[in-house]
């Protein structure tokens, strides 16, 4: 999965918890985003970071939060304020370069189930 | 606004055959257009992208996609498939993703 851990793999949490979802990288890429893929879905973005220190929303960032303190880490909280949290977190890291969108190298994925 | 569509939810293919899956796009602008594969419980990989220059695009794993610019296309294609094909493919517009397609190809 190019460079990009996840952890953990499978996670439980109870309504009302907040949870952190871990995402690290080593390819010295400069982004990092968060996708949450829901079955006949796909994948929708939820917060993109560009630079250290820097993020933006995506499509669906309500109910959560990240940081970007160092360019290889982009945690993502789940907060008790999402609405359906249960999903398939997927992490993500592109190189910018000042150029167009390019590809981006995921990692495995977190599957998170609240009850 | 971009937006991409992958208008087939399954496609089922035999072994050998050629395979095709379709994408089609809306953007203002130049479309960067990627396709990615996703196999059980994992993360997605990168398969090939379109930023500019040649039409017909060459990927990993023997895949290659058309850009048709006219019809907003830009479509997934093997010459013959195989079994290890089966996953989930998704089309991309920059960071705006399709809902996926699964490729069956059977023995």
């Known amino acids: 999965d190019g460079g990009i851990t996840q952890s953990p793999k499978y996670l439980f949490r109870k309504e009302g918890q907040n949870v952190t979802l871990s995402c690290e990288q080593n390819?010295?890429?400069?982004?990092m985003y968060w996708y949450r893929q829901d079955p006949g879905q796909g994948l929708r973005l939820i917060y993109y970071?560009?630079?250290?220190?820097?993020?933006q929303k995506g499509d669906i960032a309500e109910g959560y939060s990240v940081s970007r303190e160092k360019k290889e880490s982009f945690p993502l909280t789940v907060t008790s304020a999402q609405k359906n949290p249960t999903a398939f977190y997927l992490c993500?890291?592109?190189?910018?370069?000042?150029?167009?969108?390019?590809?981006?190298?995921f990692g495995p994925g977190t599957r998170l189930t609240v009850t | 606004a971009q937006s991409v569509a992958q208008p087939e939810d399954q496609v089922n293919v035999a072994e050998g055959n050629p395979l095709t899956v379709k994408c089609t796009y809306s953007?203002?602008?130049?479309?960067?257009l990627f396709w990615y594969v996703q196999y059980p419980n994992r993360g997605l990989q990168f398969l090939l992208k379109?930023?500019?220059?040649?039409?017909l695009v060459k990927g990993s794993y023997g895949f290659e996609a058309e850009f048709n610019k006219s019809q907003t296309s830009f479509h997934l294609k093997k010459p013959s498939a195989l079994v290890s094909d089966s996953a989930l493919y998704f089309c991309?517009?920059?960071?705006?993703f399709g809902a996926g397609t699964r490729l069956a190809v059977h023995p």
């Open positions: 993500a890291s592109g190189q910018l370069a000042g150029g167009p969108p390019y590809e981006q190298y």
């Open positions: 991309a517009v920059g960071l705006i």
């Open positions: 970071s560009q630079i250290v220190n820097d993020f």
């Open positions: 379109y930023i500019t220059g040649d039409n």
């Open positions: 953007v203002s602008g130049n479309p960067y």
């Open positions: 390819l010295n890429h400069d982004a």
